[in-house]
């Protein structure tokens, strides 16, 4: 089958490839002519693990190409998945959806056959019904079905979570529409990954609601680990103690510097929106939000009292930078609101991070960038363990002690704990909800 895929974002690119190591034939189309010739010569844009080389094996069999000519990509198409961005519309909070109705109406003007139109996107309830309008409007000839297929994977699984979903949600009305869904995702069927057919509506509530109920945890485990600090107590016990219970599972459930990412905060954002045109309360969500927005500003006093109370012409190392490990998106990172809180109380911040350098160099101004834990360590008075990247697992802490001038950290992933500090030479070490 013949699929077409309209953007290379995180999301667009991993299906393509995806698609095409199932044996499609997968043409992905981006506007970003920069993007398409990095592809042609084999170049992956984003840092994803693994991604490299199951697209170089279907290039190579002439399963996947790349380029910027959505008419000659559209011949002879089956299937049209649209996998652009829905970011937070500016001002309000609501999923911006420009880009999407964009490329429907594109796909439809050069479109003359029948095909599916498939968003992939993460959409609001009501969107794919609007989509198949635009599609209308544009080519009234044109014989088509619209379908709601949202996207589950994770950034620094991406592959591994197309390849083995937990589910493949499709929201589908049309017969025709659902048997090329099927052929499409046959693969995964045969292997007996669950497949959810429902409708549009409820398709495209799944994936908020997922994201809603996942930010959800997070938040509520952060307000808990407050409480532990306050109280006494161990949030990595409570995790695991609660955790365990099989209705609530373990995941999820690791207090931090909270959610970030190019989801959680968007999408949870963009729910309370819905709901509001809906006159529906989402209260839930809507204090999820605020808890997370909390967290971060929680995490910038912990830094500072660890460092005295006061920042002023201190040195603090930064260790990770991008919203999770595995991943160079610097999205809606908390590192972006935990960083600048920190030079304006006065600190000068050095940054070390894998892969979050790119991105980073122009969201964060005014840092100094190192190539390691110990170099950014170097005459620092903290630092501050903010993402958890493995190299970042496994310090040998005492080295990283020895180089600073005053050994002080926050641990703001619960890597390590007190005692590891202390015996390593730290004469001051916070950590999360202990
Ligand atoms: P992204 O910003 O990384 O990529 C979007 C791409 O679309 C860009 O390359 C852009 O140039 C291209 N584009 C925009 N308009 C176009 C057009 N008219 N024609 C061709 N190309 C066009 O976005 P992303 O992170 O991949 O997210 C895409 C969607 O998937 C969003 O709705 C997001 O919420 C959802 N999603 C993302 C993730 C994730 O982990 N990133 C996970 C699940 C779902």
Not at 69 to 78: K, R
Not at 317 to 322: D, R
Not at 373 to 386: C, F, I, K, P, Q
Request: glycine share 8%; proline share 4%; charged share 25%.
């Amino acid at each position: 089958m013949k699929i077409v895929v309209i953007g290379t974002g995180y999301v667009g690119f991993v299906s393509g490839v995806c698609f095409s190591d199932f044996g499609h034939e997968v043409v992905c189309v981006d506007k970003d002519a920069d993007k398409i010739a990095r592809l042609n010569k084999g170049e992956v844009p984003i840092y994803e693990p693994g991604l490299e080389d199951v697209m170089a094996r279907n290039v190579a069999a002439g399963r996947l190409t790349f380029t910027l000519d959505l008419a000659a990509a559209l011949a002879g198409a089956e299937a049209v998945f649209l996998a652009v961005g829905t970011p937070t519309r500016r001002g309000d909070g609501h999923a911006d959806l420009a880009y999407v109705f964009q490329a429907a109406e594109e796909v439809a003007k050069n479109l003359n056959h029948y095909a599916v139109i498939v968003t992939k996107s993460t959409v609001p309830v009501g969107t794919n019904r609007k989509v198949a309008e635009v599609v209308s409007k544009a080519n009234p000839t044109l014989e088509f079905d619209v379908v709601s297929n949202p996207e589950f994977l994770r950034e620094g699984a991406a592959i591994n979570d197309f390849m083995r979903p937990d589910r493949v949600v499709v929201g589908v009305e049309a017969d025709r529409a659902k048997d090329v869904m099927a052929e499409i995702y046959r693969p995964l069927f045969l292997r007996e990954f669950p497949i959810v057919y429902t409708d549009l509506e409820s398709a495209e509530i799944i994936k908020y609601a997922a994201n809603a109920f996942l930010a959800t945890k997070i938040s509520f485990i952060n307000e808990v680990a407050a409480l532990c600090e306050a109280a006494g107590g161990d949030i990595k016990s409570v995790s695991k103690g609660i955790g365990l219970d099989g209705r609530i599972g373990g995941k999820f459930l690791h207090a931090g510097p909270g959610y970030g990412g190019s989801c959680f905060p968007k999408d949870t954002q963009a729910l309370v929106k819905t709901a509001e045109d809906y006159n529906v309360p989402m209260d839930i969500t809507k204090t999820v939000v605020a808890v997370n927005a909390a967290v971060k500003e929680r995490m910038v006093g912990k830094i500072i009292d660890l460092c005295g109370g006061d920042v002023t012409g201190q040195r603090i190392a930064i260790l990770g930078v991008t919203f999770k490990p595995e991943t160079d998106d610097m999205r809606e990172a908390p590192s972006l609101t935990i960083v600048p809180a920190l030079q304006k109380a006065g600190a000068s911040i050095r940054v070390v991070d894998p892969q979050g350098r790119h991105e980073g160099q122009t969201l964060l101004p005014d840092v100094e960038w190192f190539e390691d834990a110990y170099g950014a360590g170097e005459g620092v008075d903290a630092v501050v363990l903010l993402t958890e990247w493995n190299e970042f697992r496994a310090l040998d802490l005492k080295r990283l002690a020895e180089a600073m001038a005053q050994p002080r950290m926050a641990d703001l992933r619960n890597i390590y704990s007190a005692d590891d500090a202390a015996k390593s030479g730290f004469s001051a070490y916070v950590s999360v909800g202990r």
